[in-house]
Nanobody, 124 residues
C-alpha cells in the first residue's frame, strides 16, 4: 500500500490541525494504521494507532492522550489524526504508516509501509 500524508502546517499553541493520510489500493481495510512523529534531532516516536476494518481499537501515546484522535474512513481509504490543544512540543514531522493485520503496534518496525511525512509546527 502507498501512503500520502497531508494537512500539516504552522499553528499557535492551543490550536488544532487535522492530518490526513490517503492510501492507494483496494485492501485498505485490511491494514492497521498508525501515526508516528519525529522531532528535529530526536528518534521517531509512536503517536497513535487504529485497528483494521472498522477501527474499533485505538491506542495512543501518553503524551497525546485526550488531545489527539485517530480515525479512519475505509470508503475514502484515508486515516486521520485530529490534533487539538497543540503544544510546542508537538512540533515534528508526522508520518502515517500501515501494517497488514488486525492491530498496529507502538514500534515503527511493526509497520511495513510509510508515507512521506508532513511538517507540524506549533508556535508558543
Amino acid at each position: 500500500v502507498q501512503l500520502q500524508a497531508s494537512g500539516g502546517g504552522l499553528v499557535q499553541a492551543g490550536g488544532s490541525l487535522r492530518l490526513s493520510c490517503a492510501a492507494s489500493g483496494r485492501t485498505f481495510s485490511a491494514y492497521a494504521m498508525g501515526w508516528f512523529r519525529q522531532a528535529l534531532g530526536k528518534e521517531r516516536e509512536f503517536v497513535a494507532t487504529i485497528s483494521w476494518g472498522g477501527g474499533g481499537s485505538t491506542n495512543y501515546a501518553d503524551s497525546v492522550k485526550g488531545r489527539f484522535t485517530i480515525s479512519r474512513d475505509n470508503d475514502k481509504n484515508t486515516v486521520y489524526l485530529q490534533m487539538n490543544s497543540l503544544k510546542p512540543e508537538d512540533t515534528a514531522v508526522y508520518y502515517c504508516a500501515a501494517k497488514r493485520g488486525v492491530l498496529g503496534g507502538r514500534k515503527a518496525d511493526d509497520f511495513g509501509s510509510w508515507g512521506q511525512g508532513t511538517q507540524v509546527t506549533v508556535s508558543s
